[in-house]
């Protein structure tokens, strides 16, 4: 791989970790948890691979890099771990869900499947998704995905592997990725970029109605 990768990560289950571990094998990079992050180890870095697992198509820990945003969105790419199997809308969504409307278009986003068992879960969680099985299950239409979540919570799965994963690691190795299997940057011109910061700054300023229109023209 070209240049120096760190991975920061949060892992609940240990899938993540387990994704962790192949891409260390594979790459020969460094990695912390999110929980031990700090800002100085950014410096020295010339990639940041940020790889959670996924709640509700949101990214667990992501608020520990956030603050830094400004200064790595040009280096950082996401990756995000849960139970669905992936499709070509999964990297988008988690994006929607994860990424600041601020650098969304700038970061590119990939999503593995990992696994699930309920006997992992804390009590909390359980209520979750009992709750999630309950409603599921009183819906006159139910979607592919949900129909999944109520077999996983029946039969545990396990789904890390490196074939996975192998598209994140093929982009971080300098290779061409297909875009239907992750959400790629939209703006990578500096030209491109210095007028989007100042759309989103006019946006700022605006009154509040067309503040909104502003930011859901940025959006798209």
């Not at 199997?85 to 700038?106: G, H, I, L, M």
């Not at 789904?159 to 994140?168: D, G, H, S, T, W």
């Not at 875009?179 to 946006?203: C, G, N, R, V, W």
Request: proline letters at 4%.
């Amino acid at each position: 791989m070209k240049g120096k990768l760190l991975i920061i990560f949060k892992s609940n289950h240990g899938y993540t970790r387990r994704y962790v571990e192949i891409l260390g094998n594979a790459l020969g990079c460094d990695a912390v948890p999110a929980d031990k992050f700090r800002g100085d180890m950014l410096s020295g870095y010339d990639k940041i691979l940020f790889i959670g697992s996924v709640r509700g198509s949101r990214i667990n820990g992501f608020n520990k890099i956030a603050d830094y945003l400004d200064i790595v969105y040009k280096k950082l790419i996401v990756c995000g771990v849960g139970m669905l199997p992936q499709n070509e809308n999964r990297a988008a969504a988690v994006k929607d869900a994860t990424v600041s409307v601020a650098y969304e278009k700038f970061i590119p986003v990939f999503y593995a499947q990992g696994g699930f068992d309920m006997a992992e879960l804390s009590r909390a969680e359980r209520i979750s998704i009992n709750m999630m099985v309950r409603q599921i299950k009183t819906a006159s239409l139910i979607s592919e995905d949900e129909t999944f979540v109520l077999n996983a919570a029946v039969t545990p799965l396990d789904e890390v592997k490196q074939a996975n994963i192998q598209p994140l690691i093929d982009y971080l190795d300098g290779k061409t990725v297909d875009e239907k299997l992750y959400s790629p940057p939209e703006i990578t011109d500096e030209q491109e970029e210095k007028q989007f910061f100042e759309e989103m700054e006019q946006a700022a300023k605006a009154p509040e109605n067309k503040k909104r229109a502003l930011k859901k023209k940025l959006k798209k």
